[in-house]
């Protein structure tokens, strides 16, 4: 069993808004994930929720999307009204101990993945370029890793930009 599936099988998954869900392997489904590591203050984390909404409506029939939150420092209630304040059906995988972390090497929220099928990493990174660098934004957003990852990988193409380096907020 690889590590990946180990950690996905200790950490705690629930569904937008609400405090209690049963547990359960988001790896055993043999789909193809979105993984985004939020934070509910993390400004970028607000300005992409319009991002995940589209990507939940046009890819949640055909690729899991969730929010993972980690560490300690975000009661269910902020993760849940952070959620409800943007309207947001996402679901979420709490990380209280950095295992996820870890084992992804993520350091930034929001920091994206596209994990495929067999658990290997096909994306790491940006959604897209709006940000050159922290406190730059771009008029016109040119590059969309993250859609352009999940559409090669569903037409079965390659995916050209398998990693950008992630702007936004440090996961501490």
């Known amino acids: 069993m690889s590590t990946l599936i180990k950690i996905f099988i200790l950490v705690s998954i629930f569904h937008s808004c609400s ?14 994930k979105v993984l985004v590591f939020i934070a509910p203050d993390c400004p970028l984390c607000k300005n992409y929720t319009r991002d995940l909404k589209e990507m939940i409506n046009d890819y949640g029939d055909s690729i899991d999307i969730y929010g993972v939150v980690p560490g300690k420092f975000y009661t269910n209630h902020e993760v849940d009204s952070f959620l409800n304040h943007y309207d947001l059906s996402l679901d979420v995988i709490y990380d209280p101990n950095f295992k996820l972390v870890r084992e992804l090497r993520a350091t930034i929220t929001p920091e994206a993945y596209l994990i495929d099928e067999n658990n290997n990493i096909r994306y790491q990174g940006l959604f897209d370029n709006w940000l050159g660098e922290l406190g730059r934004r771009r008029q016109v957003i040119t590059e969309f890793y993250l859609k352009d990852a999940v559409d090669s990988y569903l037409k079965g193409e390659e995916i050209m930009i398998k990693k950008t380096k992630a702007i936004g907020c440090f996961i501490e």
């Open 19 to 32: 405090m209690i869900e049963e547990q359960w392997n988001v790896l055993k489904d043999n789909k193809a």
